[in-house]
Structure formats: structure tokens, C-alpha cells
């Protein structure tokens, strides 16, 4: 590993962190483009393993602020984190066994979906709502499959899916639901890694490389969010707008290299 590589390593990590600090979600789906294209990793399917291990990371290391705050609906998220892990390991065996260029298109697509969802305007809702029922913990685990089976498919944290799902299956605020999903974001973030790295498609040096960068934006990113909280709506539209772009770039490459 030369020094660019290692300076490129630190600052996608930061990258990413900063905007799941930032934003409550959205980063990991920069992960893989930031390896493949920033970096310089060759393989897509070891830059989706290598961007799982390392968006789990951070995922942990923001979920544990969150948690110091209180802003975590333990019952729900434990339930979601648990039985979504089953789904993540399922869609990353599947993941594994499509070929790589193939994975990055429905990559990119799913990168458009991602753009437009966020440019809708979250809503808060009533922290003190009730959340943690039997009901509620049976909702989520069932649309916990569902978010789960995505997130070890692509190689992603899940959080874009994780939120809104929480929301829609408890009707907990949006400050929970972030908070909460990152338990969820991190357990599927490390069972798709653990997944890949059995076959071996784990950069470790650059995964501990993206962590660390990733610390130390998720750290920025969150201190910037409590300051700049009213005008989330705002960030959110302009990171649609850089997803658009990626995800413009990444059908272009790879679908240069099917057509070939």
C-alpha cells in the first residue's frame, strides 16, 4: 500500500463518517464508489466487503452517542438488529455469487432510489409516542427481513431502509429511529463483512485505514448535525444530489464493462 492510498483510504473514510454523523444515515451508500473509484480497489466484490466491515464500525461507534443520549427504543432495535441479521447474510451469499459488474448496475439503480427517497422531507414525530409493544417488536422484525436481506445483498449499512422501516412498523420519532437503526446498520454491516471475509474478500489494511477516517468525520458530522439540526431537510436534498451523480457515474462504468 503506497501513501496515496493510504491518505485516499483515511479521507473516503472520513467522508462517510461525516455524512452518517451528519445526516443519521445515507453515508455507507457512498462506501463502495469511494473504494472502487478513490481508492483504488479493483475488485467490486472486495470493496463491498471491505466497505461492510468499516460502515459497521462506524455504525457502532454512532449508535454508542446515540445511546448516551437516550435516543434508542432498545426492544425494537434488538428485534430488528437480530432478525435482520438473518436476511443480511442471505442477500450477501446471493450478493457474492452475481458477478461483480452486474452487482455494481443494480448498485447504481438502487443509488437512484436512495437520491429520491431522501429528497423527501422527514417528519418528526412525537418522541413520547409508545413504541415498544409486542406489536410493534413483531412489525419490525418482519420489515427487518426486508431491509436486512438489501443490506447484505448491496453491501450497505441499510440506514435509508432501516429508518423509515422503523418508523412505518412503530411509529417512533425520527430521532429514535436513526438512533436505533444504527444497532441494526452496524450488526448487518459486520454479518455481511464476516460473510465476504470467509472468502477472503476483505481488505483489512484498508478497512482499518476507512475506520479511522471514519471516526474522526463521524465525530465532525455529528457535531456539525447539532448545530445545523433545523436544516437537515437542506443537507439531505444536497447529498441527494451528489448520490445522483455517483450513482450516474457508476451505471456509466459498469455498464461500459457489461457492454464490452
Given at each position: 500500500m503506497d501513501l496515496l492510498q493510504t491518505i485516499t483510504s483515511l479521507g473516503s473514510g472520513a467522508a462517510v463518517g461525516f455524512v452518517l454523523g451528519l445526516i443519521g444515515g445515507g453515508g455507507s451508500i457512498l462506501a463502495t464508489p469511494l473504494l472502487l473509484y478513490v481508492?483504488?480497489?479493483?475488485?467490486?466484490?472486495?470493496?463491498?466487503?471491505?466497505?461492510?466491515?468499516?460502515?459497521?464500525?462506524?455504525?457502532?461507534?454512532?449508535?454508542?452517542?446515540?445511546?448516551?443520549?437516550?435516543?434508542?427504543?432498545?426492544?425494537?432495535?434488538?428485534?430488528?438488529?437480530?432478525?435482520?441479521?438473518?436476511?443480511?447474510?442471505?442477500?450477501?451469499?446471493?450478493?457474492?455469487?452475481?458477478?461483480?459488474?452486474?452487482?455494481?448496475?443494480?448498485?447504481?439503480?438502487?443509488?437512484?432510489?436512495?437520491?429520491?427517497?431522501?429528497?423527501?422531507?422527514?417528519?418528526?414525530?412525537?418522541?413520547?409516542?409508545?413504541?415498544?409493544?409486542?406489536r410493534n417488536c413483531v412489525r419490525a422484525g418482519l420489515a427487518a427481513l426486508v431491509a436486512g436481506g438489501a443490506s447484505g445483498f448491496f453491501g450497505i449499512g441499510g440506514g435509508f431502509l432501516i429508518v423509515p422501516a422503523l418508523i412505518f412498523a412503530t411509529g417512533m420519532s425520527m430521532s429514535n429511529a436513526v438512533g436505533s437503526s444504527l444497532l441494526a446498520v452496524g450488526t448487518f454491516g459486520l454479518a455481511t463483512a464476516l460473510n465476504y471475509a470467509a472468502s477472503g474478500l476483505v481488505d483489512w489494511k484498508i478497512a482499518g485505514l476507512f475506520i479511522a477516517g471514519g471516526l474522526v468525520g463521524g465525530f465532525l458530522g455529528t457535531r456539525m448535525s447539532l448545530r445545523l439540526g433545523a436544516r437537515r431537510n437542506t443537507l439531505a436534498r444536497i447529498f441527494a444530489g451528489i448520490v445522483f451523480v455517483v450513482a450516474a457515474y457508476i451505471l456509466y462504468r459498469s455498464g461500459s464493462a457489461l457492454l464490452a
Open positions: 481508492v483504488g480497489i479493483a475488485q467490486p466484490h472486495v470493496a463491498i466487503g471491505t466497505g461492510a466491515l468499516a460502515v459497521s464500525a462506524n455504525a457502532y461507534a454512532n449508535f454508542a452517542t446515540h445511546a448516551f443520549r437516550r435516543n434508542v427504543c432498545w426492544a425494537c432495535a434488538i428485534v430488528f438488529a437480530l432478525v435482520g441479521t438473518l436476511g443480511a447474510l442471505g442477500g450477501s451469499t446471493l450478493g457474492k455469487a452475481i458477478d461483480g459488474q452486474k452487482l455494481l448496475f443494480l448498485f447504481g439503480l438502487v443509488m437512484v432510489v436512495v437520491g429520491i427517497a431522501m429528497l423527501r422531507p422527514r417528519r418528526e414525530r412525537d418522541a413520547a409516542h409508545q413504541v415498544t409493544t409486542p
